[in-house]
Each structure stands twice: as structure tokens, then as C-alpha cells.
């Protein structure tokens, strides 16, 4: 149920949109953004009205994403946050003290 029709160097397909509002992303342009299914798109409006549609990452392609590849310790972060209120609790009383 969909036509292809190209005009100004872009590819074009019309799709059905179901009454529930589910319309099928045709499979040349979900392989062109890498999205598999199931999975989910992100629709975003930019500032001159254009509609976008983007990928977004599964929860397993992000894990990891954010932390560093030269961790600077193994110790748990539970750990470090004791420690660091010692170190504040000590800095505080030798304060104190010399006053």
C-alpha cells in the first residue's frame, strides 16, 4: 500500500496511517537510519516547521555510554562517598581545633 515517487534528489513514500494513528516506516528507510524493530523514532520539529524522524539508541547500545574508559578506581561509589565525608569531617574538626 505504498507509492514511491522521487522529485528534487529526495526519495519519497506515501504511506497508510491506520485510525489509531500507526503508520509503517517503509524498510528502505528504516535500514537507512538503523532502526530495527521493534524499537522506537524520535519525530522532531525544527525551527523552520520541517518534520524530522531519528532513531533512538535501545538501552543496550547506550549502556556504558556515558562512563569513562580510564576509570580512575574500582572502588563502589558508596565507598568513595564515605571516605570523602571522613576527609570533610576531619578538615572540619582540625578547624575547629585551631581556632
Do not use: C, W, Y
Not at 524498510?27 to 525544527?46: C, H, M, N, S, Y
Not at 518534520?51 to 556504558?64: K, Y
Request: proline letters at 4%; zero cysteines.
Amino acid at each position: 500500500m505504498s507509492k514511491s515517487e522521487s522529485s528534487d534528489d529526495s526519495e519519497k513514500e506515501i504511506v497508510a496511517v491506520t485510525k489509531h494513528g500507526q503508520a509503517t516506516i517503509p524498510k528502505r528507510f528504516r535500514d537507512q537510519l538503523g532502526i530495527d524493530a521493534p524499537g522506537k523514532v524520535l519525530f522532531r520539529e525544527t525551527d523552520d516547521g520541517t518534520i524530522t524522524v531519528e532513531r533512538v539508541r535501545s538501552p543496550s547500545e547506550m549502556r556504558g555510554f556515558a562512563t569513562r574508559s580510564d576509570a580512575t578506581t574500582d572502588k563502589p561509589a558508596t565507598e568513595l562517598l564515605r571516605e570523602k565525608r571522613a576527609e570533610d569531617r576531619a578538615e572540619r574538626d582540625n578547624r575547629v581545633d585551631t581556632e
